[in-house]
């Protein structure tokens, strides 16, 4: 099957779209974009020509994908996300020159409203606040919230919050899907079901 297109949307030659993507009102994707399989494309969507989209992404209402964001397969991006890909912009001063990679890695989510400035990574499993700005990179299965963003817990893959500290030592399973996760200074790795 090949993907889905509302008459409304604008999808440029060239553009590579998996099969089963969704794509919705008034989106426009640009001629070198890349979309992966079983993708949703929300109402009023930008996809510009360098961006890379894994399979599975789901990107709700009025967020644009600018130049040299690449999303891995299974993110989320929330309503009126944003990101960035010039970190010092001036209209009188041309900086297509400067754009910064912004690499969002498989699993994370990206909460309504949330700005990812330019130049981070967002490690797997990741979840970002509705509202946080993200100004530098936040590690796998962290939770981040604020302005600017600032870790306060870990997060499991099924998307429940962890009983762990920030920092430390500890494990702790995630209650819904029986996953047992493992912190060690500050770097939680997942571990074998039960």
């Known amino acids: 099957m090949e993907y889905q297109t509302h008459e409304t949307a604008i999808v440029d030659e060239g553009a590579t779209i998996g099969a089963e993507t969704r794509i919705w009102h008034w989106v426009h994707i640009c001629d070198g974009a890349v979309i ?13 020509n360098r961006v890379t989209i894994g399979n599975n992404v789901r990107i709700q209402n009025n967020v644009s994908v600018y130049d040299n964001v690449t999303l891995e397969d ?29 690499l969002v890695k498989s699993g994370a989510t990206l909460g309504a409203n949330c700005t990812i400035v330019c130049g981070v990574t967002i490690q797997e ?10 100004n530098r990179d936040v590690p796998a299965y962290a939770l981040v919230a604020g302005v600017p963003a600032r870790q306060i817990g870990w997060m499991s893959e099924y998307g429940e919050q962890l009983d762990l500290p920030i920092e430390g030592e500890g494990e702790a399973t995630c209650s819904h899907a029986g996953d047992k996760y493992r912190l060690l200074g500050r770097v939680v790795e997942k571990l074998a079901r039960n």
């Open 36 to 48: 992966g399989k079983n993708c949703s494309l929300g109402q009023n969507v930008f996809v510009g």
């Open 74 to 102: 299974d993110v989320f991006c929330g309503p009126s996300m944003v990101f960035t890909n010039v970190y010092n912009p001036r209209a009188a001063i041309p900086r297509k020159d400067e754009f910064r990679d912004t």
């Open 125 to 134: 499993h990741a979840f970002v606040a509705a509202g946080a700005v993200v």
